[in-house]
């Protein structure tokens, strides 16, 4: 049988590995939900293993980083991790685009997201869709502004896709994806009746760098940096840690600003 690293290589993703039990999935959920009602919404909001302990808990999860691992070697960075959150029926989606293009990272290679599923993420919620083998072209030409519901920081996407190859990545909660970032992805609005809830998270290889940021910070969570390219950021203490909190406003604005920059 093909190794997911293997999968990974050819496809620029691989979909459907099962991490987490069902039981501990509805409890990180609920753990986000407890979150979201003390700080109010975390959708797309950078850094979130700074305040959260249960997605600082996800992002160091042994079954996650073993995968991580197979994929960019064992010495891990946690660089940033987001909540992507799409309410029932409303018009929120994601035009089809690469993540790399804006992060003004060094090695494009040593790098990888996962996509955690905390709720069902089916086609009728609107999970993501990929292009295979899309990542092995690299960086593709962006259109920005786009004011169509698309949630991507600059409105950016791509227009020219055949979209007659897009695998549809469904996953059921406790499930993930990992793709590479000049790996073509979209997701369409979700049309079912329940919130369609992923933790978003990137990894770097230690040698890996930001280009241009040289405040950049990131977290070990496996193996040796002998690196020392970022700033350390710490992790929350708390299920929610209230006295990270003006830290992590600022890494958020900090992470944005270097987005728009790129
Ligand atoms: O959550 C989504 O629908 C899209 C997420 C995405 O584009 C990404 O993880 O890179």
Same mark, same amino acid.
């Given at each position: 049988?093909t190794s997911?690293?293997?999968?990974?290589?050819?496809?620029?993703? *691989?979909?459907?590995?099962s991490? !987490?039990?069902?039981?501990?999935? /509805? =409890? @990180?959920? +609920?753990a986000?939900?407890?979150?979201?009602g003390e700080?109010?919404?975390?959708h797309?909001?950078?850094?979130?293993?700074?305040?959260?302990?249960?997605?600082?808990?996800?992002c160091?999860?042994?079954r996650?980083?073993?995968?991580?691992?197979?994929?960019i070697?064992?010495?891990?960075?946690?660089?940033?991790?987001?909540?992507?959150?799409?309410?029932?029926?409303a018009?929120?989606? *994601?035009?089809?685009?690469?993540? !790399?293009?804006?992060?003004?990272? /060094? =090695? @494009?290679? +040593?790098?990888v997201?996962m996509?955690?599923?905390?709720?069902?993420?089916?086609?009728?919620?609107g999970?993501?869709s990929?292009i295979?083998?899309s990542?092995?072209?690299?960086?593709r030409?962006?259109?920005t502004?786009?004011?169509?519901?698309?949630l991507?920081?600059?409105?950016?996407?791509?227009?020219?896709?055949?979209?007659s190859?897009?695998v549809?990545?469904?996953?059921?909660?406790?499930?993930?994806?990992?793709?590479?970032?000049?790996?073509?992805? /979209?997701?369409?609005?979700?049309?079912?009746?329940?919130?369609?809830i992923?933790?978003?998270v990137?990894?770097?290889?230690?040698?890996n760098?930001?280009?241009?940021?040289?405040?950049?910070?990131s977290?070990?969570?496996?193996g040796?940096?002998n690196?020392?390219?970022?700033?350390?950021?710490?992790?929350?203490?708390?299920a929610?840690?209230?006295?990270?909190?003006?830290?992590?406003?600022?890494l958020?604005?900090q992470?944005?600003?270097?987005?728009?920059?790129?």
């Amino acid at each position: 049988m093909t190794s997911v690293a293997d999968r990974y290589l050819a496809d620029g993703f *691989v979909s459907g590995l099962s991490l !987490l039990d069902p039981g501990e999935a /509805a =409890d @990180h959920r +609920a753990a986000l939900e407890l979150a979201e009602g003390e700080l109010g919404p975390l959708h797309y909001i950078d850094k979130v293993h700074t305040v959260v302990r249960s997605a600082y808990e996800l992002c160091r999860h042994d079954r996650v980083l073993d995968v991580v691992e197979q994929l960019i070697g064992p010495n891990i960075l946690l660089y940033n991790s987001t909540y992507i959150i799409k309410e029932p029926a409303a018009a929120a989606k *994601v035009n089809w685009h690469q993540d !790399l293009t804006y992060w003004g990272l /060094a =090695d @494009h290679d +040593a790098q990888v997201s996962m996509w955690l599923a905390l709720s069902p993420a089916t086609e009728a919620s609107g999970c993501m869709s990929m292009i295979p083998a899309s990542h092995l072209g690299g960086a593709r030409e962006h259109e920005t502004g786009s004011n169509d519901g698309n949630l991507l920081l600059l409105g950016q996407q791509l227009t020219a896709v055949d979209e007659s190859s897009a695998v549809v990545c469904s996953l059921e909660p406790g499930e993930a994806s990992f793709h590479h970032g000049w790996t073509v992805h /979209a997701s369409a609005p979700n049309r079912s009746d329940d919130r369609r809830i992923g933790l978003n998270v990137q990894f770097l290889a230690a040698h890996n760098r930001h280009l241009v940021d040289e405040q950049a910070t990131s977290l070990l969570v496996r193996g040796v940096d002998n690196f020392g390219h970022f700033g350390l950021d710490r992790p929350a203490q708390q299920a929610v840690d209230h006295e990270a909190v003006p830290n992590w406003r600022k890494l958020d604005e900090q992470a944005k600003a270097n987005f728009k920059t790129q």
